[in-house]
């Protein structure tokens, strides 16, 4: 039997790009940002080299040079000045990221704006929803907390809707409660807002690769943990029940995040639904590409071999199944794909 000769299929580079079945694209990309108050700040975030916390006028400047790129879709994540219990700020109708989606709206054409609806970066004690305490037991030294499911959904749809009336195409509620899809569905459509997206954070674990972004938004619970909400990374059928439970409910796109540990959930999520899928490349996973990154004493082999990780890893959990990836890598990504 002759040699069965599959080398020719990748003989050299004219070949190979005829042959590419995953092509990453600019378009397939959405751009994270953080958003804080005040004028003409541009704060450096140390474990995020290349990524910052921007007024809204450093923001827009920003978003000029993004668009230049060709990338088409932001998410924004507001930086409360002032936090408490309940994380009122996060839907006040002059809130940060209220007022960031009015100044985009008017001077952007053409940007798809997703927000993320959530309460840590809000609340004093750093959890995504209404905490309440438990009774307390007889001769208890602490006090126990719960998290409020029901009264969280109350407060998700209050944000969703704030920042709908703001004028953003999309809300992602990442609070992993029970209902938040249908809850949000529900006041959006009320309120006659049956037009605008909801991107949600369906699959979303409780991973140890969320620390830098923890500490960009002071979010870090003051008790306990996520564990109860967010979840277990041992487990993968139940992220399928969760999506389908997101899909059912309303959800136009559905997310599993983080993206790198989680590619065979991306990988059954696309095999079994027919919606699109988006991916988190999140804080850690940037944050670890950029400390590796910076071996090399040479720039511009510093440079190359960034980009070819970079680019390495975002094929692979597009060919995983994502239609979108979420990632702070986009502007470098961009500029790569562009040349």
């Not at 299929?9 to 990309?29: A, G, P």
């Not at 790198?260 to 804080?283: G, M, T």
Request: hydrophobic share 40%; glycine share 6%.
């Amino acid at each position: 039997m002759p040699i069965i000769r599959l080398r020719r299929l990748r003989k050299n580079n004219s070949v190979r790009e005829l042959l590419v079945q995953t092509r990453l694209s600019i378009k397939d990309l959405i751009l994270p940002y953080f958003i804080i108050e005040g004028r003409n700040k541009k704060q450096d975030i140390k474990s995020m080299p290349g990524v910052f916390r921007f007024t809204i006028d450093n923001l827009l400047k920003d978003l000029e040079e993004a668009k230049k790129l060709g990338i088409n879709a932001i998410l924004l994540f507001g930086i409360a000045q002032r936090k408490d219990f309940l994380g009122k700020e996060a839907y006040l109708e002059n809130g940060i990221v209220q007022k960031a989606i009015r100044a985009i709206k008017k001077q952007i054409k053409d940007l798809v704006v997703i927000t993320d609806v959530c309460l840590c970066g809000y609340t004093t004690h750093g959890h995504c929803g209404i905490v309440t305490p438990q009774k307390r037991k007889i001769f208890a030294k602490t006090q126990n907390f719960i998290l409020d499911n029901d009264k969280t959904l109350e407060i998700l749809s209050k944000i969703a809707l704030s920042h709908t009336e703001a004028g953003c195409d999309f809300v992602a509620p990442s609070a992993m409660m029970d209902g938040q899809v249908k809850a949000i569905r529900q006041a959006l459509d009320k309120n006659g807002f049956q037009n605008t997206g909801i991107l949600a954070y369906s699959a979303k674990y409780a991973s140890n690769f969320y620390g830098p972004f923890r500490e960009v938004l002071d979010s870090r619970p003051q008790f306990s943990d996520r564990k109860s909400y967010q979840m277990d990374c041992r487990n993968s059928d139940e992220a399928l029940r969760e999506i389908e439970q997101d899909i059912q409910e309303g959800a136009d796109i559905v997310m599993v995040k983080p993206a790198l540990a989680y590619l065979d959930i991306i990988y059954r999520a696309k095999q079994k639904f027919n919606i699109p899928l988006a991916a988190y490349n999140v804080s850690a996973e940037f944050a670890m590409v950029k400390a590796y990154c910076k071996k090399p004493e040479n720039r511009e082999q510093r440079t190359e071999i960034e980009k070819n990780l970079v680019l390495e890893i975002l094929t692979g959990i597009k060919r995983a199944g994502a239609d979108l990836i979420i990632t702070y890598h986009a502007k470098e990504v961009a500029k790569w794909l562009r040349h």
